[in-house]
């Protein structure tokens, strides 16, 4: 990423707790501006509330957004979009992290179960990540996706999850070969498993 963080936004999915929430507050911490999304309003005021205590009220700012709402996606994507541009900053990175954990056999998850798993962990941050690369190719900015260990290890009662997390893997890897003649950086997280 080209651009000082005091001009530069980030978005980050999936911020009410855990590895999202951490992020988002120590990325403001360091001057971006930060679009941390959450799927409740409860939860953007219990960030609202963190980003007091850390100083970075300012730099913060909690966004509606759930990441399986395929017809309001694009919608709140330009309206980040304006306010960037309102402010002069520039969004230069996009960070996937939204995401939710399956543990079932196969044989016991139903269809619903695997459709919501997929449209969470892969379909929705797709989508994201899509309607953002002409923005990111302009600005040569980062995108990066939250994997799983579990989408290369395939553990027993884990086959919706490791799905999903296998999916972003390939397609983490068609996307980074596709935006590198942009200079768009892609880039997979695999963290194991973190309490959040």
Not at 30 to 54: D, H, M, N, P, W
Not at 149 to 155: E, M, Q, T
Request: charged share 20%.
């Amino acid at each position: 990423v080209n651009s000082p963080a005091k001009d530069s936004a980030i978005l980050i999915t999936g911020t009410s707790s855990g590895i999202g929430k951490d992020l988002a507050l120590h990325l403001a911490h360091l001057g971006y501006t930060v679009f941390a999304t959450v799927r409740q309003e409860r939860a953007g005021e219990a960030l609202k509330e963190a980003a007091i205590s850390k100083g970075v009220k300012a730099r913060l700012r909690p966004t509606l957004l759930d990441v399986t709402e395929m017809d309001k996606l694009e919608g709140v994507i330009q309206d980040i979009l304006r306010q960037c541009t309102e402010d002069g900053l520039a969004l230069v990175a996009l960070i996937n992290n939204a995401g939710i954990g399956h543990s079932l056999p196969v044989e016991l998850t139903p269809a619903s179960q695997l459709e919501e798993i997929m449209r969470t962990n892969f379909l929705g941050p797709a989508e994201i990540t899509r309607l953002l690369l002409p923005t990111l190719r302009q600005c040569q900015g980062r995108i990066i996706n939250m994997g799983s260990l579990a989408g290369i290890v395939n553990p027993p009662w884990y086959g919706a999850y490791s799905g999903s997390k296998a999916a972003v893997f390939a397609w983490n890897d068609v996307l980074r070969r596709e935006m590198a003649p942009f200079g768009v950086g892609v880039s997979i997280l695999e963290p194991g498993v973190i309490a959040s």
